[in-house]
């Protein structure tokens, strides 16, 4: 299957710095990749879809100004958390969406676990 | 209402087991749905798409029914792998995917 990476696995930083989390399509371009959120014993949540040379749309509650999006390549989508505060300690992952015959299939990143202290 | 909704479980089956999951949809104008499966601290893994005429891939089989909105999977001969969370997921266009909260399903040796 497609594989999509994320770096970093995990982070610990501390309140009000930032952290950028980068995903990238290895064996495939993706026009639109999505990042996401859980939280401990949650569904995943969608924050906002990347597109490709185009702005990111936000979903209903996801502060744009707090989680930049930059889709600079077909193959590499980045999520920086600015001024990270401990409630936005979680599991952040992004999908790759590749179009291939019947439907289409999001593939998924291995994850970042942020920790904000 | 939740969009996507799901019996989170636990479910506890003893290995050898047949055990199924149904899961519910509000959006009946949703186009795509799959079965994904997560393991502790990792990233979903897509298991299956689910297709209107139903599909089958080895002991799992996933049926979809539109009239009443509801997606179901079913495991058969379940093994200690198996053990896992199963997440719904609907999508109610081409792009955006819902998900379910997921039903934990644990195989006891």
């Known amino acids: 299957g497609a594989v999509v990476s994320q770096h970093p696995s995990w982070v610990i930083c501390k309140s009000g710095t930032s952290v950028k989390i980068e995903c990238r399509s290895l064996d495939f371009q993706a026009t639109t990749m999505f990042w996401y959120r859980q939280f401990p014993k949650q569904s995943l949540m969608l924050m906002a879809t990347s597109n490709e040379g185009s702005k990111a749309t936000y979903e209903q509650g996801v502060e744009k100004d707090k989680f930049l999006i930059n889709h600079a390549s077909l193959t590499l989508s980045t999520l920086t958390v600015t001024s990270a505060h401990p409630e936005d300690s979680s599991f952040y992952i992004c999908?790759?969406?590749?179009?291939?015959?019947?439907?289409?299939?999001?593939?998924f990143g291995p994850g970042t676990r942020l920790t904000v202290l | 209402r939740k969009e996507v909704e799901q019996d989170p479980g636990p479910f506890n089956v003893p290995e050898g087991a047949t055990v199924a999951f149904n899961c519910t949809y509000s959006?009946?104008?949703?186009?795509?749905f799959f079965w994904y499966r997560q393991d502790c601290r990792k990233e979903p893994k897509l298991l299956m798409s689910v297709y209107s005429s139903g599909n089958e891939d080895g002991r799992f089989t996933a049926q979809l029914n539109r009239a009443s909105q509801y997606i179901s999977l079913l495991i058969r001969d379940s093994k200690l792998s198996d053990s896992a969370t199963y997440l719904c997921?609907?999508?109610?266009?081409?792009?955006?995917?819902?998900f379910g909260q997921g039903t934990r399903l644990t195989i006891n040796p």
């Open positions: 999908s790759a969406r590749r179009a291939s015959g019947r439907s289409d299939t999001q593939y």
């Open positions: 959006n009946s104008a949703s186009q795509s």
């Open positions: 997921v609907v999508g109610p266009g081409a792009q955006k995917l819902v």
